[in-house]
């Protein structure tokens, strides 16, 4: 059983209609984000499931998995704070912003809160460089950006998650 | 965001002049995508590749390649062709392409249809890097409104012309930017650089001829087939014609994208647009193209050269994709080396040799030298590594990992005495 194919069965056949039939391996990195919809990451099961729709090995998909900084092959947090340190925003307070919000959430860059609920990365530039200190949250269900904040704003906003995580 | 001056100049930044023009109906009212029904209906592709050729536009992605050339070197003899339209955006200091996708979607769509005829591509392919998420659904829902219009689909405005656009999200890996290492990505494998030639317009997707061209540039196209290559060049230098988004950033009051004729001047881009140097400190450097550019010592004679193909040169670094990152004196070029070598060791796809072990040990010296305990053996043997690098790799990554290092040790020998 192909619990991926039969689970989202309309949703992939959309996806393989986007390239042309016998390139069926251009599909691996739309599957890989279905896949780490659930629970934010790709399991081994994954890997070989979406090996069995698009003819590859299990193997070549975790190298995919791999090679790319969005796609994760371990559990981390519900939400993932990944801060941009690189130059343009580290010339406008990056470093600083990202060590105080780590200092103030009690966690260090790359940890997860007790919860489970937030981990915080570093990454590198996300093309936002003029509305720095940013990030982006990547979650199961995609990423969004924050920009021009400070660390009382991002506060907020992880006290604003933790809130509808209880109530949910 | 910093109150933005009107240039009056937006030819690609048109949301600054228009602010509605996101929206279709507005995008219309203004004549938008009569252009391309009147190419498809009317138009020779040769045609349309002369005028682009003629109005001497240049790809904006950094390398300046004439765009009109490429599209000529597309083999007529192999069939189908491929536009695909570099979205990958990941040149630390810019952040143009998310703008104009995100502010004036439709003349970026116009332009990549008017392509692709000329072209003869009946399939687009938008590759975006993965973190321009909610991007890749808002144009997947402008796709789909022209193919309600009838814009897109199969025998356009009854012609035997078809035309379909698809986004293809990337997962997080500049390398991908690197037009075959994106051919391969879209392929399903490791998003590694092919060996050159051939050139994607002879073998690219799938085999096939194929055009790679980046956002800024085609996001042009409809606008110069409609006013002609004489209206463009009116813009501009000589040898670089039109306007370009230039995305400022670093040390400066007023960071932004500033669409400004090519040939405008360092100092006008930093103390005119950008408002100067944050507290009215001094400056000290400029890089002219992101992360992967020599820094140039902001001299007077600097600051007065003008933002163009053939002028940066002669400071000793290039125009490319026109990110300018300002230093002031707050700034340490062992700081500086040690974050750009940080992003290139992180990002060597680890193809090449030199790149992926070179960019290992360059780090190791980075942090060294500015962390404590370097010495002028690791500053001499950084500069060591790093020319030996150059010119070694398949692809621009592995050179450009080198250019701010020796550019710093070199220009800026002061900060890296002991």
């Known amino acids: 059983m192909n619990t991926l194919q039969e689970k989202y069965a309309n949703e992939i056949e959309t996806i393989l209609a986007k390239y042309p039939a016998d390139h069926k391996q251009s599909a691996v990195m739309p599957l890989l984000y279905i896949a780490q919809r ?15 729709i698009l003819g590859m090995t299990s193997t070549e998909v975790a190298s995919i998995v791999g090679f790319y900084t969005l796609y994760h092959d371990k559990p981390a947090g519900k939400i993932r704070i990944q801060v941009c340190n690189d130059l343009p925003c580290a010339l ?69 998650w933790k809130t509808q995580e209880k109530e949910s | 965001m910093a109150e933005q001056k009107v240039t009056g100049h937006h030819i690609l930044l048109r949301h600054r002049d228009i602010p509605d023009i996101g929206k279709f109906e507005v995008y219309t009212a203004q004549g938008g995508f009569e252009t391309f029904k009147k190419a498809v209906t009317s138009m020779e592709p040769e045609a349309i590749k002369q005028i682009v050729l003629d109005a001497g536009l240049r790809g904006r992605g950094g390398a300046g390649f004439p765009t009109g050339r490429k599209w000529m070197f597309v083999d007529n003899n192999n069939w189908p062709h491929y536009l695909v339209v570099n979205a990958d955006e990941s040149e630390p200091g810019t952040f143009k392409d998310r703008e104009i996708m995100d502010k004036n979607p439709w003349q970026f769509l116009e332009g990549i249809m008017c392509s692709a005829y000329a072209v003869g591509a009946n399939d687009i392919y938008i590759y975006l890097r993965g973190e321009f998420w909610q991007l890749a659904h808002q144009l997947d829902e402008q796709i789909q409104k022209l193919h309600e219009e009838n814009l897109l689909g199969e025998k356009l405005f009854g012609t035997d012309y078809s035309l379909n656009i698809f986004t293809h999200l990337g997962a997080g890996a500049y390398i991908c930017g690197e037009e075959t290492a994106l051919l391969n990505s879209m392929e399903g494998v490791l998003g590694q650089p092919r060996l050159r030639p051939p050139f994607p317009p002879a073998v690219g997707l799938y085999n096939k001829p194929t055009v790679v061209n980046n956002v800024e540039t085609l996001a042009n196209v409809a606008l110069i087939l409609e006013k002609g290559a004489e209206w463009y060049r009116s813009f501009g230098t000589a040898e670089s014609a039109g306007t370009k988004v230039f995305s400022l950033s670093g040390r400066v009051k007023k960071p932004g994208n500033y669409e400004l004729p090519l040939g405008s001047t360092y100092r006008e881009l930093i103390y005119e647009y950008g408002g100067g140097i944050i507290d009215d400190g ?19 004679e600097a600051l007065d050269t003008p933002m163009a193909y053939e002028s940066v040169p002669k400071l000793g670094a290039d125009l490319g994709s026109a990110s300018v990152i300002i230093l002031d004196q707050t700034v340490d070029m062992r700081w500086l080396i040690n974050k750009t070598i940080h992003f290139f060791k992180h990002e060597s796809c680890g193809k090449c040799t030199p790149c992926r072990e070179g960019n290992f040990w360059m780090q190791n010296l980075t942090t060294r030298i500015w962390e404590g305990g370097g010495d002028q053996t690791d500053v001499d043997l950084l500069h060591n590594v790093a020319k030996n690098i ?29």
Request: hydrophobic residues 40%.
């Open chain 1, 38 to 52: 659930e629970d934010g990451y790709v399991t081994k099961q994954d890997l070989v499931e979406i090996g069995e």
């Open chain 1, 92 to 160: 406008r307070g990056a470093d600083e912003f990202l060590e105080k919000l780590c200092e103030n959430v009690g966690i260090q860059v790359g940890e997860t809160t007790e919860d489970g609920l937030v981990t915080i990365e570093a990454v590198m530039c996300l093309a936002a460089c003029d509305k720095a200190p940013m990030f982006q949250v990547q979650t199961g269900d995609g990423i969004e950006y924050y920009e021009d904040q400070t660390v009382e704003s991002a506060l907020e906003l992880i006290e604003g």
């Open chain 2, 390 to 418: 150059q010119g070694k790799c398949l692809c621009a990554l592995g050179e450009f990992s080198t250019m701010a290092v020796v550019s710093s040790i070199e220009r800026f020998s002061e900060d890296f005495k002991v």
């Open chain 2, 282 to 300: 001094q400056i000290k450097g400029i890089m002219s193209a992101g992360a992967s550019s020599a820094v140039i010592v902001a001299t007077e």
